[in-house]
Structures are given as C-alpha cells and as structure tokens.
C-alpha cells in the first residue's frame, strides 16, 4: 500500500478562495442575468465583482466551529441566570419595560433582517459577496433565537413578553420599526445593503446596542448582557461588511456615487427616526442609567460620523441630509417620546411612569437647555393630576408620519413648541409627513408610500378588530376591541407601572418594604 | 422620481376615501404640546364646523386648564398651514374640508402649562 502523500495545508486565503469563489460557476444554460435579475435594475454598475474583498474570509465549516462555541458559552450563562433566579437581581421591575420593548421591537427586525439578507445572499452576481451575505443571514437568524432564549426567563414572571411576533405584526409603535425593515427588504438588493449594513449596522447600531447592553450591565440583567457580549462579535462583523460594501459600489464606478448618496439621505434618517424609541428608553426606562441619549448621540454619531464622512468624502460622498438636524433632535426626542408613551399608556404593551424627582433632577442635569423650559412643566403636571387619581391618558388616536409611521409629535428644527407638518399631494390625495427628510423620502418614491399601513388609520378602517367582532354591536368599546386584536393583556400588559402586578409581584418577591413598592 | 423596479409597480393606495366610514380630519391645537400630536378623526362631512368646538374638541382637550379659557370669537384657524376662515354654520364639506385635510387653532394669549407650550 503506497504511503498517502501529505497534501500541503491551505492558506486561510486560499481557502477562503476555494470554499467560496471557487465554488461559484458562471451559468450556461441560462444567461448570467436571467439567474441574478435583480442586481442590475437599481443603476449601481458593478465591473469587476473580483474586487469585492471580504475582510473576515471567513468559510462555511470555521463559522459552525465559532459560533458553536459561543453559543454553548451563552446557553451555559442563560441556564445560570434562571437556576439562580436572576430576574431578582435586576435594579427595579421599572427596568423590564425596556425589554419588554426589546423583545417585541428588535428581536422581530433580527428575523427580518435573517430573511432580507438571504434574499441578497442569492441575489448578487458576485460569489464573494452572497458569501458574506449568507453568514450574515445566519447571524441575523442566531440573533432573534438567542435574544428570545435570553428574554424567556423574564416571560415566566412579567407581564408583557408573552406575544412579540403577535405584536410585532399589529401594534400601532412596532409598525415603526417593522415599516423600516420593509422597506429596505423590498428596495433593491445594493439598497437593502445599503439601508441595513451601512447606514443601520455601521452608522447608528452602536446607539442601539451600546445603550442597550450597557444598561442591562447597570441594571443587573446578566442574561441580556451575555447575548450582547455573544453577538458582538458578529456586529463588529456585520459592521466591516457594510463599509465594505458602500467602498466596494463606489469604487466601481462614479455613476453609483448619487444612487449610494441618496440611499444614504434616506436611511441615515429612516434609522433616526427608527431609534427615537431608543432615546427615550435610555433617557427614561432604566432605573440606573449609563449616559445620556444625548451624550451617546455625541459619542457615537457625532464624533464617529465626523471621521466616517471625512473619510468618504474623496469618493464625493458627503454627510447625509438630515444631519443637522438629527443633532439638534438630541435635546428633545428622548423627552417627546416618553410623553407620547405616557399618555398613549392605555394602548402599550408595557407600562410608563412619571420620572422620579431625582430623575427629574438627572434629566434636568443632562438636558440644561431644554428640560425645564420645555418638558419638565409636562411631567409635573401629570405627576400632579395623577396623584390626585387623574392619571392622564389620551383618548383619541394621533396623526401619524405616512413615511416613518412614528406619531407626529416631532418638533420644528428651532422651535420646539411648534409640531413640524409636512404635505404632499399624490393622485388626488393628501399625505402627511413629519419633517423635510420623511416628506423627501415620501416624494421620491410615493408609489410605495401609498401602501403605508399606518396604525391609526387601520383602526379607523376597521381592520384592528378580530374577526368576527361586530363594531355596530351596542356597547362596542372600539379601544378594547383593538387591544383585544393586540394580544394586550388589558390591566396587566399596559397602563402606569405604579400599581402595576410586575410592580407588586417584584416587591414582595425581593421582600420589599409595601412604601418601597409604593414608591 | 419614482420607485425603481423590474416589473410594473402599481399597488392600490391603503388610505383613500373609499376604505374609511367617513373622512379623516387631522387637528393641532398650537402651542399645547402636552398632547403630543395632531389628532385623527373621522368626521361626517355633514358635520357643521361649529361643532368642533362645542362637541368634537372638548372630548379631546377639555383635560387641559386652558381648555375652559378659550375664547372661541379670537380663535385663528389654519388649514395646511395657511390662516383659514371657516364659517361655524356651514358643514365640513361646505367649508371645503376634504378627506385627510388638517387643520389647527392658535388660541391667542394661552400657551400650555406655565408658558411652556405644554
């Protein structure tokens, strides 16, 4: 028998090159474009796909080994934090609030994001780039299983958390974030990579995520901080991937430089809008908070942003429009939407509080210019009318945004006692937009605008209700009837935490003082 | 500009007239920002104008302390932005309000919770 002749061992680039590009064959039965059809009719030209350089080479069989290790670490930790009851370790049972708006906003977009990358990762010509596109992919599908498995402790003993796919689909705020990611799905496949692996993933995650794990850390919530630290990983790739891919279009030609521009204006302002909802969670859902809204806005944006764009700036790329004023926004939105969640109280699955005094104090601190001029005199006076017993809650459905479907509560840039209204005519009809971005994103491509499902007017079309509710019955109570439709636990999932069974329940778990529970 | 794609991009509009009981009216009231934003109503078009004040607007704003103190002779009108005079006596539709129109009220002199615009 002859001796086997030991083979050479492959580099980790050619490799890389065998398990992914030498795996790609040009077609011949077909024409090439018939098998990828939609790579081409957004207007980016690509030449040459062979400079698409993917940073990572990062091959099929070395990805299982990786994340496998990983996740038996992050499983490991999961099943700790439940044996040893650790939803008793976190600050205070306000705390949970912020995941219940995790669970049901963020982890639904991992799972849309799992399927609009597969889309692309069979999409493009290129072998190198449906490579890196399907790693991705699978990351994004880990993500929402690993953030379901890390929140399902807490389901066990708060309210809130039971229905997120449910609520993802139909409840008036997570048509915010679920209108954004449809949107980048069923745009092209450069401005799917474009809106989520640019502007969303290297741009602005940092805001999403650093707020979010560093605030489970302060706030004693091991299990979340676990899956940040086991997906982080995976976001510094995915952020690698995205810069990459916006040098990779504008290096192939300088006619893509204002298709990329635009999609830029657009999603750098779609993602704003998309993280107002995390303003207001750092400035106001954690009982021990870690910076400021405006201050991460400063870190991460700001100065972050300046070196970015410094840094496209000799491929003709500039800062997107909307920058100024997504800056000036960081005095204000945190405080906007929490009043907006405060008074839409009834109609939330999760609960909402007047801030503390010291709380008061903090924000008062943090936001100098702002706060006691413009939204302090709101908090005091609901603070007041509650402790009478007239918690405030409004009764009538806002005007919505028909571009980012978010309440029409955002302000003019410069005076931020004026609601900004924006109007635009299409066939005959009138739509209504929040500021110049919303209204510009609106008018580029109306067509798909039109099709808006917006929350509000859903319901006043009769579309919120479960089937078989008659909404001429007499007695027919149209708020519960939508609640009911939500999957919004009325008495338990919604209204003020004070009060609340997650308030009590907490209390007298942790053996707390009935004042304490009080407070 | 306008939406680029492989095939014909042609889907029906989600908020015509035709799918809501009645038209959607959208109304601000200036400079009270304790409700966060302009409100959505659906409203017969046969509604007379003046019942926005005696009927409609209470059920909305009467919580606020400045509600009881309009004076609703000095109220300015806007609709989409432009001074508007409607005529109390005549209907929605009679003053030419449309389906998704919006309309807002300055009430002269009152602005919000301590001046705040609240």
Not at chain 1, 34 to 51: L, R, S
Not at chain 1, 378 to 392: D, L, S, T
Not at chain 1, 393 to 422: H, S
């Amino acid at each position: 028998m002859d001796t086997p002749v030991q083979k050479k061992k492959l580099s980790l680039k050619e490799r890389y090159a065998a398990m992914t590009r030498g795996l790609a064959w040009d077609t011949t039965y077909q024409p090439m474009d018939k098998v990828f059809p939609y790579d081409k009719y957004e207007g980016i030209k690509i030449h040459d796909w062979d400079k698409w350089e993917d940073p990572f080479r990062l091959t099929m069989d070395a990805y299982w080994k990786y994340q496998g290790e990983k996740e038996k670490k992050l499983y490991a930790v999961i099943e700790a934090f439940a044996q040893n009851n650790g939803q008793l370790g976190v600050t205070d049972a306000r705390y949970i609030n912020a995941l219940k708006i995790f669970l049901t906003g963020v982890t639904p977009l991992e799972y849309y994001a799992y399927r609009g990358f597969a889309h692309v990762g069979r999409q493009f010509t290129g072998a190198g780039a449906r490579v890196a596109c399907q790693m991705q992919s699978i990351d994004e599908l880990r993500h929402n299983q690993t953030e379901t498995h890390a929140l399902s402790h807490y389901n066990k003993y708060f309210n809130g958390l039971h229905s997120p796919k449910h609520m993802f689909d139909r409840v008036w705020y997570l048509s915010v974030p679920k209108s954004f990611f449809e949107d980048a799905y069923t745009g092209g496949p450069f401005e799917f990579l474009t809106a989520v692996s640019f502007s969303f993933e290297y741009v602005l995650t940092n805001l999403l995520f650093v707020p979010f794990m560093s605030g489970a850390a302060h706030n004693g919530d091991m299990s979340t901080v676990t899956f940040g630290f086991s997906a982080q990983s995976d976001e510094s790739r995915h952020m690698t991937l995205g810069i990459e891919c916006i040098k990779f279009m504008l290096e192939q030609d300088p006619a893509n430089v204002p298709i990329v521009q635009g999609w830029i204006d657009k999603w750098f302002w779609r993602g704003y809008r998309l993280l107002t909802i995390v303003a207001m969670m750092q400035d106001y859902m954690l009982p021990k908070r870690v910076m400021s809204w405006r201050e991460s806005w400063e870190m991460y944006v700001e100065d972050n942003g300046e070196s970015l764009f410094k840094d496209l700036a000799r491929y003709g790329i500039r800062k997107p429009k909307g920058w100024i004023q997504a800056c000036e926004g960081k005095d204000h939105i945190s405080h906007q939407a929490w009043a907006t969640f405060y008074q839409y109280g009834g109609a939330a699955a999760f609960q909402t509080w007047v801030p503390e005094k010291e709380e008061l104090a903090w924000l008062s601190e943090k936001y100098p210019e702002t706060f006691d001029k413009y939204y302090r005199p709101r908090w005091e006076h609901w603070g007041e009318q509650a402790a009478q017993g007239k918690r405030f809650y409004n009764m009538t459905l806002p005007m919505l945004c028909t571009t980012c479907q978010v309440p029409m509560l955002f302000t003019e840039e410069g005076d931020p006692t004026k609601i900004a209204y924006r109007e635009s005519d299409y066939l005959g009809n009138k739509y209504h937009t929040c500021s110049d971005h919303c209204k510009e994103i609106f008018d580029n491509e109306p067509e798909k605008y039109v099709q808006s499902w917006l929350p509000v007017n859903q319901i006043y079309q009769g579309n919120c209700f479960k089937e078989g509710v008659d909404p001429t019955a007499e007695g027919f109570d149209p708020l519960m009837a939508v609640l009911d439709y939500y999957n919004v636990k009325v008495g338990r999932d919604n209204f003020d935490f004070e009060g609340s069974e997650d308030q009590k329940n907490f209390a007298a778990w942790r053996g707390d003082s009935a004042e304490g529970s009080q407070k | 500009m306008s939406v680029k794609s492989i095939k014909p991009y042609n889907f029906p509009a989600k908020d015509v007239r035709e799918n809501f009981p009645a038209p959607l009216l959208f109304i601000g009231w200036e400079d009270h920002l304790m409700f966060c934003a302009p409100f959505a109503l659906p409203l017969p078009p046969d509604t007379p104008f003046g019942a926005l004040s005696t009927a409609v607007l209470p059920t909305m704003y009467g919580v606020h302390p400045d509600f009881a103190k309009i004076d609703w002779n000095t109220v300015q009108w806007f609709k989409s932005g432009e001074p508007w005079q409607p005529d109390p006596a005549k209907s929605l539709a009679d003053n030419g309000l449309q389906h998704k129109d919006s309309i807002r009220f300055r009430t002269p002199g009152l602005t919000g919770l301590n001046g705040s615009c609240s």
